[in-house]
């Protein structure tokens, strides 16, 4: 098993470009998520889905979009490239029975770097 | 909200003990560890749930009261590999219960 893989792993943009981040697992969770991780604030939550073509929003996302056409893959669009959106990008994968999943470890991928210039 | 770590940052001899703290100002229902190691991806440790329990496995654990809607994370004797940031992540009661991480506490063992 790969288990959550992320591509690209690095990218640099310039302001107004707009850009996908691709994310995919291979473990049949239903729950995925994207987080962006700025030097010394911790993980902020962007989107999350608790199944295919359920989206909701987390903490943070504005300027961001979702979606989730298959249980496997949850794809993240920039439609227009700020300053601000410079940041790691993780996404993460789990799997939960109930309504919860705040009871069930979450796996990472191995992040995107992204700078946008 | 976001849940307060301490210390922000420790470092330890190799063989010594730390302690990193997790405090939240709502009613916890999970509190999740995680260990982040430069330029890598955070790989999860161990989930406490209500209850008060403690759990641990090797020589890390964790404890979980949840009057005090508090974690703590116990490594004991520690080891070169232990370095990295730690993040505590708190998930409150209600719907699709989310978590919330908080900022990390860098730790950093010397031989």
């Known amino acids: 098993n790969a288990g959550v893989t992320q591509t690209p792993k690095f990218r640099i943009l310039k302001i107004g470009q707009s850009m996908t981040l691709q994310c995919t697992q291979d473990m049949n969770h239903n729950y995925m998520y994207w987080y962006r991780q700025d030097p010394g604030m911790g993980l902020k939550l962007i989107y999350y889905?608790?199944?295919?073509?359920?989206?909701d929003k987390g903490e943070v996302p504005n300027g961001y979009n979702v979606s989730r056409s298959t249980t496997e893959d949850f794809p993240l669009r920039l439609e227009l490239a700020a300053p601000s959106q410079t940041s790691v990008y993780f996404c993460?994968?789990?799997?939960?029975?109930?309504?919860?999943?705040?009871?069930?470890?979450?796996?990472f991928g191995d992040g995107t770097r992204l700078s946008i210039l | 909200q976001q849940p307060v770590q301490s210390p922000q940052a420790v470092i330890l001899r190799e063989g010594e003990d730390a302690v990193i703290n997790c405090s939240s100002s709502?009613?916890?229902?999970?509190v999740h560890w995680y260990r982040q190691k430069h330029g890598e991806a955070p790989v999860f440790l161990m989930i406490?749930?209500?209850?008060?329990e403690q759990k641990g496995h090797d020589k890390i654990s964790a404890s979980f009261n949840e009057k005090k809607q508090q974690s703590s994370l116990y490594l004991t004797a520690s080891q070169l590999s232990y370095s990295g940031t730690y993040f505590c992540?708190?998930?409150?009661?209600?719907?699709?219960?989310?978590?919330?991480f908080g900022i990390g506490t860098k730790l950093q063992v010397i031989p």
């Open positions: 889905s608790v199944g295919a073509g359920i989206t």
């Open positions: 993460a994968s789990s799997y939960s029975m109930g309504v919860s999943y705040s009871n069930q470890p979450q796996h």
């Open positions: 406490l749930l209500k209850g008060g």
């Open positions: 992540g708190t998930g409150s009661g209600g719907g699709y219960q989310k978590v919330t």
């Open positions: 709502k009613a916890l229902y999970s």
